[in-house]
């Protein structure tokens, strides 16, 4: 307890938590960084129970925790252990506690999926990035493009009017044409883009040129200009009447 007190005096109650709930994905991205992404070691419904019941004490008597699923693949544990990892969460999250987020690469959700990630009211946000050039590296384990499958699980997502934002990690390619990046991100209809330039080597892209980069941050504003100095309007507006 006295180690506790001490952890909330430097750090504060946490707002967020990750939990990886299998290592395990069904793509292989060029530049994925995680080495165990062809391993399936997976979270038991015992563990998922041992941080429910940590998560109840991290909460503050009026705040909210975000429970973030994020892996591998997240979907790749299967809907039935998946919703079982989901079951001990199920008091915070009815008693407004918890809030439950998905990073996923899209390419697994089915109508299934879709009622589970519905009937527990997960946010979910989806990796890709941009068209079939600039979405090249985000391929399956035989090297096949997963472009289709993604926008097929997004179009899935919106069938079943549940909200979702997108990212995507923008190579040297992307950072060149950020107007018709943006324009396909927006038409598949998301509330947020989130747009990741390998600069800092999150990935393993090759970096990017500090120049174009700053150029790519810079000169668009990004933040629904309210920076100013978006030159190609047209795209933002666009994007804009979408939303
Ligand atoms: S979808 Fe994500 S976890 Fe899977 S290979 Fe691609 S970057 Fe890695």
Redesign the pocket.
Known sequence: MEGRLEFDRWFGRPGTLVLQPTTL?????V????PF?RLSREMSPEVAQAVADSAADLIDRSGRLDIVWH???PLALGLRKFSALLAPFEELRHAGRIQHSVQT?ATLIDNEWCDLLARHQVRVGV?IDGPAALNAR?VDLRGRPALDRIVRGIGRLRDHGIRFSLIAVVGTEGIEQPESLLDFLAGLGPHTIGLVDDLIGI?TLENSDPLQAAKFDNKPSWDNGKKGGFDNKPSWDNWSKKK
Not at 25 to 29: E, G, R, T, V
Not at 31 to 34: H, M, P
Request: glycine share 12%; charged share 25%; proline share 0%.
């Open positions: 994905c069904n793509l292989d991205c530049y994925c960084y995680l992404r892996g591998g693949e690469n990796s985000r990935c």
